[in-house]
Every structure is written in structure tokens, then in C-alpha cells.
């Protein structure tokens, strides 16, 4: 019989006039993996931040060993054992591991500790000077010392946001047999995601989340399409990204993009892009994929001019752009989609129709404007709310919503789809293949291989700031696993 | 040899101005703007003064200690409690702190001085020494230092973590401002010996400039203070044995400051002693912000 651990009665949860949880009720048991799907907006890491003392609940309980908890901290939350992953990393760039760690378990940053983390981390095959500050690792990295972190306090209950979806396969293998065995011992897992076939690889049970409400529980077996359904209502957006082998009219249209030997440095100095060369014609679809750390925000910064090229050129639509500010590259045509849509892809402190007003630069009609929310699905679908009262993925959209706004000859994006749920995702890779239809030329930097090979004529496998391997023919699903080779071993 | 070193590092001044220093870094590594430090100083001695003339040396020093801390969490209220803006609430309470400091003493004055405390030399340069180091191995070593460091650097992260922000900029607060209140006791009792209204005014922006030009790093903070207070000291003696022009001798303290500043961030020193990214910012838990 499965015994409760946390009961979760009755929560509400409103930022302004977004809702974020509208009286969620669910249970959680001892030793089992709780998988809380939703689509983007739907409450998931309002749940999670709720449960881990970020939030205060407006109203509602959490009853942990039958008995009430109140959290008006993490450090409450952390009391009670309980631990969550964020999404994006929360650690601390300017101290090092050792100091965040040191933080997080509440102990001095002494030489015996630094001695205890590296032995913990040699377990898992991973040699990692501590002293380093966290601003010198890549983003993979700082994804496996938050994981380290949180089970090296032994808690409870650990609460996954969306942490484990982009680590490299081999790691995220390790990752859930950490989990399986965790979770035998008097513990529990919550695992936040909107990926279904890795929710259904590590759950025990499923909770799906939609508008801020417990749409359907799953006790035991759940397949995708029931999933699906009650995630989204619908499975029709599947047909969007089923690769239609599109009569394209690349084979010798002319470059929309040409970079030749870029050179480009990091923030520290470091050569990130490495003499990189590559070319996207109109109406082609080229992903650079790799592992996060490899240059790829560099090149992305470089091509839209918001970082300078030591050396090399870049051309858009055929004129040499190389030395020209952003405002003039975006004149030429091009659109660039940042990774990181809250510090750099939108103001979040302007409204969507502000930032989209920004995006165009020029007078938007009200009906632009709910054209484009709704092809992106944005929610809440009210123009005039502030950005950064929307859910992480929505934010995501109001950033890529520019590619709506404007008649753009080429698209850079960096991780468009990172923080879409799947019918989101859907949505923006099937823009992406029209506009490519129309003769535009789509640069898409992404470390998620599924997407690369399921919209683009070429795929480029990006390491060290240099391309190490080009895919390119018919089927580019059957390079998958020579594809993902290359991404860790050049 | 030991003599002359013994006597700049002795230097009341030096070591008051160390104190000051030392308590601002303290309270901006934290992740607060400390710009209301100059009303606190110039209140805190205009206390010291008063209380040691009228009651005696060590209960004038507790009554400093408690007041000054008492009007430093008045400070830390309006920025952990309410939110309010760094700059404006340290500019406006520093006019009120300067007006309370003045009615204080203005009241309470006896006469224009007091007699002057007599402290060995060593003891003197032992508390500048000890201070920095020992405010040194706080912030660097010690749980409560790298959880003050954490919230200077990224609040959220640092709550995220597991540390209670506004309760550990409340403990960076009281410790500073301890710091800062021995400092204004060793200035007033040791130094100046005497007190006219607004004494002391502007030493706690030149601690929030020296601070900001030793990138907050207390050991590197200190050589700025000594160096500094020698010079501002021993102007005369330098212009009666060298002959140096009044103009240069005293403008000297604040160009080898400047020297210091550009040597820390021309050097590979300053990507080593990150600055506190996130000074001044409001810091509001519950926004929504991944």
C-alpha cells in the first residue's frame, strides 16, 4: 500500500493578474518518482518553487508527515528535508563550486569539505578542480554540481525542475539510476517536465498540470497519446513537425548567410569560435548543434553584431556586415534570437505588446499583435500583461515572436524550443520550416539533436568553436547516433 | 627601523579610517549601497563625545556601539523590510543622521575637548591588523562570510541555496557598523580629542571610495587605509623635510588612491576579487523570475 508523504491541499498562487496555480490538491507517496507534466504556463515550477519555499502560497497547505508545514523560505523547506533543481542553474558565477557547495550544505569552505565533494563526484566519473570559480565551467557542468549538491545533503524530498532534460545522454542515464535508487529508501522524487518520453522512462506515477489546475492524475501505466490529450486536448500539432520532405528550392539559390573563418572570443578572453565557417541559403534550414559551453552563444552573438569578430567575415543577404552594428544587420535582414529570453531576449519589465512594438519598430496593429500571440499560444493571450509575470516558456515565445513581426531573409536562433512544452515546440519549428518554405534562410543553434534532424537540410556538429562534422541528405535521423557521438568526441 | 613602521601602522587616523574601511565592505559585500556610512560617522562621534565627556571612556564606547547599530538598522529596515531604493534611502537618512548627530552634541557638550586616551603603539597597530585579517578570514572562510559574499553577488541564487537573505544582510549590517563604531570611538577619543558640529563629516564617503577602490577585499583595503592615513597625517612633515609644494602634499593621499585603484584593476588582481554584481539591487523574493 502506498503511504503518504506530502499532501498538497487546495493551493492558489496569482502573480498580478496571471494565475499560476488554481487549487492544486495531489499527494505524494513514499519511495516513488512523482513526473508533474503540463504544457508551458500551466503551474509546474510555480508548484515546484511552492513546495520548496520560494513562493508563499496565497492560500492552501502542505501536510508533510501529517502534519502542517509552512515554508517562508527555502531554508524552511530545506529544514524539512526537502530540495529542488531549478531549470536554470542557481549557483553563484562568482564563487567557486567549493563555496557554493559550501553555501548550499552550511558548512565553511574548508579543505575537508573540498576533499568530500571531489570524492563524492570521482563516484559519478567526473574530475573537477572545486576551486574554480563557477563562471569558468560550462553549462553542463554547473548542471551536475547543482544535481551534486543537492543529494550530498541526503534530502528527502528532491524536486526536479526541467534540470536533467539537456544533460548529455551518458549523464543523464547515471542521473536516473541516482534517482531509482534514491527514491527506495523512505523517499521521494518529484520530476518536473514537458518532455514525454523521458517522463514516462522515470515515472512511477503522473500528474498532469493544465492552467494552473490538476487536469488528470495517472496511478501506474500512462502512454503518450493519453498523455498528450490531457496535457495539451489535442494531439493534432504531432502532424506540424512530421518532416514533410519539403520540395525545397535551396540547391542554388543564394547565400542568405555567410560566415567565413570567425574568429571570437568569450567574456574571459578565451577563443570561443575558432575560425568557424558556414553558409545558409535561402530556403535552407541549417542547424549547428553541441554540447552547451562550445561556442555556440559566442557565434550567435557574433552574426547579430552584439560581439565583436577578432578576425573572419560575416554577410547577410551578399553585403559584408562584419563591422556593422546590430541595428544595421537587422536592417539587412536579419532576425537573431538570443538564448536566454529573460536577460536578453525580452524587457520583462514591459508588456508583450511593448516588447513586441520594440521588436517591429514601427506601429503594430492591435490584430498583428493577437495574431501572433495566438500562433505561439501564448497564455495568458492578454497583450497588454507584463512579461515577467509570465511562466518561463511564454516568455520564451514573447522572444520569439520578432521572427512574426517583421519580413526577415534570415533567422539565427539559439535554443528556440529549450523551455517550449511539446505542442509549443510544435508550433515554432513548423514557423520556422514556412518561413524557410518562403525562401528564407533559418540558422538554428540548438544542443536538442531531435529538432536539428527533424527540420534541417544540414546538420553541423559544432565543438571547440570549430565544426567538426557536416550532415547533410535525405534522412538525417539515421546520422542521430553519429550525430550525438561527434557532439561529445569532436 | 621597527619605530617609524610601528608609528605609520600605529596611526590613530589610519586605523579609524581602516575600521571604517573595513565595516563598509562588510555591509556593500552584502549587496547593500552603505551611502548613509557618513551620517552614521559623523552621528556616532558626535555621541562618543558627548557620552565619554559626560558619563566615561567605556560606557561612552558602549553607548556608541548601541546607538550606532540601532540607527544602521533603521538603515537595513527601509532596504530588507521594505524594499526601498539603496541610493535614496542612504542619501536621506544621511541628512537626518547629520542633523541628529549635531543636536546631540550641540546639547550635551561639556567643552570643545577631552582628554585624549594613551594606547601603546603595538596595541594600536595590532586592532588595524587584526581587523583586516580577521575580517578577512569572516568573508572568505567562514559559512557566514561566503553567505554574505552570496548575496552580494546574486540574492536569488543565495535564497535558492538555502540563505535567508534579508536576515543575513541584517547580521552584514550589525557587524559593519561595529567596525564603524570603533572606528568613530578611536577617532574621537584617540585622534581629534575634541568635537565641533559636523566633525567627522565626509570620512564615510572617503571609506565608501577606498572600500570601492580595493574592490572590497579587506587586505587589500588595509595597505589603501595605512598609506592613505600616513599621508593625510604627515603632509607638514613631508613639506617641512622635502620642501614639497602645500598643493602636492595635499593632494598626495588621494593620487596614490588613484595609483592603488588603477594598479587593482589593470592587474589580474581584479578578475580575482569580484566585485558584488548585484549592489543596489532591490531584492524582492517573490518576483516571478526563473
Known amino acids: ?490 | 627601523m621597527v619605530e617609524p613602521i610601528l608609528t605609520i601602522l600605529a596611526d590613530p587616523l589610519a586605523i579609524a579610517l581602516t575600521l571604517w574601511i573595513l565595516g563598509d565592505i562588510v555591509v556593500e559585500r552584502s549587496g547593500v549601497i552603505n551611502l548613509a556610512i557618513d551620517g552614521i560617522i559623523t552621528f556616532s562621534i558626535a555621541v562618543t563625545f558627548v557620552a565619554v565627556q559626560n558619563i566615561g571612556y567605556v560606557q561612552g564606547l558602549l553607548i556608541s556601539l548601541a546607538s550606532t547599530i540601532a540607527l544602521s538598522l533603521i538603515f537595513a529596515t527601509f532596504i530588507n523590510v521594505l524594499h526601498a531604493p539603496h541610493v535614496l534611502t542612504g542619501l536621506s537618512l544621511n541628512i537626518a543622521f547629520y542633523g541628529v548627530g549635531a543636536l546631540i552634541g550641540l546639547r550635551y557638550m561639556k567643552s570643545r575637548s577631552l582628554v585624549p586616551i594613551g594606547i601603546g603603539k603595538p596595541i594600536l597597530a595590532l586592532i588595524g591588523v587584526a581587523t583586516a585579517v580577521l575580517t578577512w578570514f569572516t568573508l572568505y572562510r567562514s559559512r557566514l562570510g561566503t553567505e554574505i559574499r552570496a548575496c552580494g553577488f546574486n540574492p536569488r541564487a543565495a535564497e535558492a541555496a538555502g540563505v535567508r537573505v534579508w536576515r543575513t544582510r541584517y547580521i552584514a549590517t550589525i557587524i559593519g557598523y561595529t567596525l564603524v563604531s570603533i572606528g568613530s570611538y578611536i577617532y574621537t577619543t584617540i585622534y581629534r580629542s575634541g568635537w565641533s558640529q559636523y566633525t567627522g563629516m565626509g570620512y564615510g564617503f572617503l571609506a565608501i571610495t577606498l572600500a570601492m577602490a580595493s574592490s572590497w577585499h579587506p587586505l587589500i583595503a588595509y595597505p589603501i587605509a595605512i598609506a592613505f592615513g600616513y599621508l593625510y597625517t604627515s603632509s607638514y612633515a613631508l613639506q617641512l623635510l622635502y620642501g614639497v609644494p602645500t598643493d602636492v602634499v595635499n593632494a598626495l593621499p588621494f593620487m596614490v588612491s588613484l595609483a592603488v585603484v588603477v594598479i587593482v584593476y589593470a592587474t589580474p588582481l581584479s578578475k580575482k576579487v569580484a566585485m558584488p554584481k548585484a549592489l543596489g539591487e532591490v531584492y524582492f523574493r517573490e518576483e516571478r523570475a526563473a
Open chain 1, 1 to 490: 500500500m502506498n503511504r503518504t508523504f506530502i499532501r498538497v491541499v487546495d493551493l492558489y498562487k496569482r502573480f498580478g493578474d496571471v494565475v499560476a496555480l488554481d487549487g492544486v490538491t495531489l499527494d505524494i507517496f513514499f519511495n516513488e518518482i512523482l513526473v508533474v507534466l503540463g504544457e508551458n504556463g500551466s503551474g509546474k515550477s510555480t508548484l515546484a518553487k511552492v513546495l520548496y519555499g520560494v513562493y508563499v502560497p496565497d492560500r492552501g497547505k502542505i501536510i508533510v508527515d501529517g502534519s502542517e508545514a509552512r515554508f517562508s523560505s527555502p531554508f524552511d523547506a530545506k529544514k524539512k528535508g526537502f530540495v529542488m533543481i531549478s531549470q536554470r542553474p542557481q549557483l553563484i558565477d562568482d564563487l567557486s563550486i567549493l563555496e557554493n557547495i559550501a553555501l548550499f550544505i552550511g558548512e565553511p569552505p574548508s579543505g575537508t569539505l573540498a576533499k568530500r565533494i571531489e570524492d563524492f563526484l570521482k563516484r559519478f566519473d567526473i574530475g573537477i578542480d572545486v576551486h574554480k570559480k563557477v563562471f569558468s565551467i560550462s553549462y553542463t557542468e554547473k548542471q551536475f554540481i547543482e544535481l551534486a549538491k543537492a543529494l550530498l545533503i541526503n534530502p528527502r524530498l528532491l524536486i526536479v525542475d526541467e534540470a536533467a532534460t539537456y544533460l548529455p545522454q551518458d549523464l543523464k542515464t547515471k542521473f536516473f539510476e541516482i534517482l531509482r535508487r534514491f527514491v527506495s529508501d523512505n523517499r521521494a522524487v518529484i520530476y518536473i517536465t514537458h518532455k514525454i518520453p523521458e517522463a514516462l522512462e522515470i515515472g512511477n506515477r503522473f500528474v498532469v498540470l493544465r492552467r494552473g489546475k490538476v487536469a488528470r492524475v495517472f496511478n501506474g501505466a500512462a502512454n503518450p497519446s493519453e498523455l498528450r490529450h490531457a496535457m495539451f486536448g489535442t494531439e493534432e500539432y504531432l502532424k506540424l513537425v512530421s518532416r514533410q520532405l519539403l520540395q525545397r528550392l535551396s540547391k542554388d539559390s543564394k547565400n542568405v548567410l555567410s560566415v567565413d573563418k570567425l574568429v571570437v572570443l568569450d567574456d574571459y578572453g578565451k577563443t570561443a569560435v575558432d575560425g568557424l565557417s558556414i553558409d545558409v541559403r535561402a530556403g535552407e534550414i541549417v542547424s549547428i548543434v553541441g554540447v552547451a559551453g562550445n561556442g555556440e552563444k559566442e557565434l550567435g552573438e557574433a552574426i547579430a553584431g552584439l560581439r565583436k569578430a577578432s578576425s573572419g567575415s560575416v554577410k547577410i543577404d551578399g553585403f559584408d556586415v562584419t563591422k556593422s552594428p546590430p541595428s544595421e544587420r537587422t536592417r539587412k535582414g536579419l532576425v537573431y534570437i538570443p538564448e536566454d529570453p529573460f536577460k536578453e531576449g525580452t524587457a520583462v519589465t514591459l508588456s508583450i505588446i511593448e516588447n513586441m512594438r520594440m521588436y517591429a519598430r514601427e506601429r503594430l496593429s492591435q490584430d498583428v499583435v493577437l495574431d501572433a500571440i495566438k500562433k505561439l499560444g501564448i497564455v495568458p493571450e492578454n497583450p497588454a500583461i507584463q512579461v515577467s509575470k509570465l511562466s518561463g516558456g511564454n516568455v520564451q515565445k514573447v522572444s520569439i515572436s520578432r521572427l512574426l513581426l517583421t519580413m526577415p531573409k534570415v533567422v539565427v536562433a539559439h535554443n528556440p524550443t529549450r523551455m517550449l512544452d511539446e505542442r509549443s515546440r510544435a508550433l515554432v519549428l513548423d514557423i520556422l520550416q514556412r518561413f524557410s518554405l518562403s525562401g528564407g534562410g533559418v540558422l538554428l543553434i540548438t544542443e536538442d539533436v531531435d529538432e536539428a534532424v527533424q527540420i534541417s537540410d544540414k546538420v553541423a556538429v559544432m565543438v571547440d568553436g570549430r565544426i567538426a562534422k557536416l550532415f547533410e541528405g535525405g534522412n538525417l535521423e539515421s546520422f542521430r547516433s553519429e550525430i550525438e557521438k561527434a557532439m561529445v568526441h569532436g
